[in-house]
């Protein structure tokens, strides 16, 4: 089956980092542009960062350079390194394959990040 996994998420205190992971299995990741996307309790999801199938970046801003987005294409998978956590980065993060495996797109299922003191 076709499926986003992402990983890495937790509970972290302010200032600390966390590293998630979104692994696609049954498909090749490499043909297509992927996405981070994260939604906070009582608020509309957010696109966090794009990413290109060659590994181009997109930031749309709101992570202020704390955020890197990046992809190993050889092992099916993307990667989000968060610095400096603040607590209004407390969300689900999902990542999102664009138009893959057809043009609806796919979504993971999410995982939680926590920032707290």
């Known amino acids: 089956q076709v499926q986003l996994v992402e990983s890495g998420g937790g509970s972290v205190q302010p200032g600390g980092s966390l590293r998630l992971s979104c692994y696609a299995s049954g498909i090749t990741i490499s043909s297509y542009a992927m996405a981070w996307y994260r939604q906070a309790a009582g608020r509309s999801r957010e696109l966090v960062a794009g990413?290109?199938?060659?590994?181009?970046?997109y930031y749309p801003g709101s992570a202020e350079g704390r955020f890197t987005v990046s992809r190993d294409n050889g092992k099916n998978t993307m990667y989000l390194q968060m610095t400096n956590l603040k607590p209004d980065d407390t969300a689900v993060y999902s990542c999102y394959m664009v138009n893959g495996p057809t043009a609806s797109g796919l979504w993971g299922q999410g995982t939680q990040v926590t920032v707290v003191s």
């Open positions: 990413i290109s199938p060659g590994g181009v970046p």
